[in-house]
């Protein structure tokens, strides 16, 4: 029962990670937490029961979060070496500005 403890725990810290940061591999870490405890819960479903069915979640889990990771990191390193931007802030707006300026161009404005 203190692992379900454990992990609820380390969901909460995750999701504050991604509500209030914004510097890029922050927000990673925080996606990285959130995953770490939904893999704690597919190990406890796994040792609750002798059904192999809490392994499989398991593989599962570790297969989509690796694919997750490797996303989120190529995309970081494309928006590094881009803009110079880690901050979600400034690529939000810097997106907003390229549509408006876009739409200048084109006479939509």
């Keep these: ?4 403890v454990l ?5 909460a ?7 209030t940061n914004r510097h890029l591999l922050k ?4 996606v990285e937490l959130i995953a770490t405890a939904a ?3 597919f190990v406890l479903l796994a040792s609750s029961s002798n ?16 694919c997750v990771t490797a996303i989120i990191l190529a995309l970081f390193i494309i928006i590094a070496k881009k ?12 997106e907003n500005h390229e549509k408006v300026e876009d739409d200048e161009e084109k006479g939509d404005v």
């Excluded at 029962?1 to 379900?4: D, L, Q, S, W």
């Excluded at 803009?83 to 810097?94: E, K, P, V």
Aim: hydrophobic share 55%; aromatic share 10%.
């Design 13 to 19: 810290i995750g999701i504050y990670g991604l509500l």
């Design 83 to 94: 803009y110079g931007i880690c901050d979600i802030r400034q690529l939000a707006r810097l």
């Design 39 to 41: 893999s704690m819960n």
């Design 27 to 30: 927000v990673l870490i925080s």
């Design 51 to 66: 059904k192999s069915l809490g392994e499989a979640f398991l593989i599962l889990a570790f297969s989509t979060d690796t």
């Design 1 to 4: 029962m203190n692992y379900v």
């Design 7 to 11: 992990s609820i725990i380390l969901l």
